[in-house]
């Protein structure tokens, strides 16, 4: 699928795809021969998606034919923590813009509406790429501090958690919710990590631009660091409550484990007084006894006791 703008008072509209004045080409899924209509009019060879696929720099980051492909990973369907990271290359060629992508990041859809209600001056392609870098950082921004608001639940619940018989029930899920963290704060650092390299490739790119588009790059770029940190922040802290979680089921199992040894501690003295009791001989004066009995339960109880008082005063219980 093939979107096509131009530039009109400084807003983007839509226009058929063979317009003479198109400042930005949006490929969705191209097919073949959108491909090669658009490589016929641009001069430039077209990467395929197994070349955005690439993860060399030298792959995602290089100039051909006049051009200069840029390839970044962008978030799509990040409403929950199975938010899909997919590669979206962007290509300027005489301050217009051509981006390729096979996903659909919702910045795609909602930018142009905007940019074609609010005049927010854009100028040329490189204007239009940065305003949409712009609101993809804006995007990566609001994940974080979703996910970091979830962090500070998961929190409160892994050491607020006063009910026993609730929190082991509890631990398997807290435990999944953190794996799903981790996978997703790594996601929006990688991406993070690819926008920064687009701008620090595009920005000695932006000669024969206006002043503001030089200064809104330096911006996203100092955005776009401040991100990475906090991103490094967030990493530590799941890590801080993987280690923490895992070390409270470990204590919970030492504590069961402890149970069984108390009881064979106690039972064993008494298991031993009723082995000798139960052995098969002939002389066994106790067996006759009227007390025989009685004593042997006792004992039994005191050798229990006993055991369990010098146990709990070494402080081995």
């Known amino acids: ?14 226009v058929a795809a063979d317009a003479a004045q198109i400042v930005w080409w949006d490929l969705l899924n191209p097919t073949r021969e959108e491909e090669l209509g658009l490589e016929a009019l641009l001069g430039l060879e077209l990467p395929t998606h197994e070349d955005m696929q690439e993860i060399e720099v030298s792959s995602r980051l290089y100039s051909e034919d006049g051009g200069h492909f840029m390839t970044a990973l962008i978030p799509s369907h990040t409403d929950g923590d ?35 209600k609010v005049a927010l001056g ?22 974080l501090e979703r996910a970091g608001r979830e962090l ?5 619940r892994v050491f607020g958690q006063n009910d026993p018989a609730r929190q082991d029930a509890n631990y398997k899920a807290t435990l999944q919710e953190i794996g799903r963290k981790g996978d997703l704060t790594s996601n929006i650092r990688d991406s993070l990590v ?15 631009t206006d002043k503001a588009v030089h200064e809104q790059a330096k911006a996203l ?19 801080f409550l993987l280690d923490a979680t895992l070390g409270l089921i470990n204590i919970e199992q030492n504590g069961i484990i402890k149970i069984f040894s108390v009881a064979a501690v106690i ?25 025989g009995y009685p004593l042997a339960i006792g004992i039994m109880i005191l050798s229990a006791v006993v055991t369990y008082l010098v146990f709990k005063r070494r402080g081995w219980l």
């Open 82 to 116: 199975d938010a899909v990271i997919e590669p979206v290359t962007f290509i300027l060629c005489d301050h217009r813009l051509v981006t390729i992508r096979y996903t659909e990041p919702r910045v795609f859809s909602l930018f142009p509406q905007r940019a074609e």
């Open 267 to 291: 039972f064993l003295p008494p298991t031993l007084v009723a082995s000798m009791y139960g052995m098969n001989f002939d002389v066994m004066p106790e067996l006759h006894w009227s007390y």
């Open 122 to 143: 854009l100028t040329c392609g490189e204007a239009i790429m940065l305003g949409l870098l712009e609101a993809v950082v804006d995007r990566l921004a609001d994940i």
């Open 152 to 156: 500070d639940g998961i929190s409160r």
């Open 194 to 208: 690819t926008l920064e390299r687009v701008l620090g490739y595009l920005r000695p790119k932006l000669g024969g």
């Open 221 to 239: 770029v100092a955005d776009i660091r401040s991100l990475t940190d906090h991103a490094d922040y967030m990493t530590q802290k799941i890590t």
């Open 1 to 14: 699928m093939l979107h096509a703008y131009e530039l009109r008072n400084d807003r983007l509209q839509p």
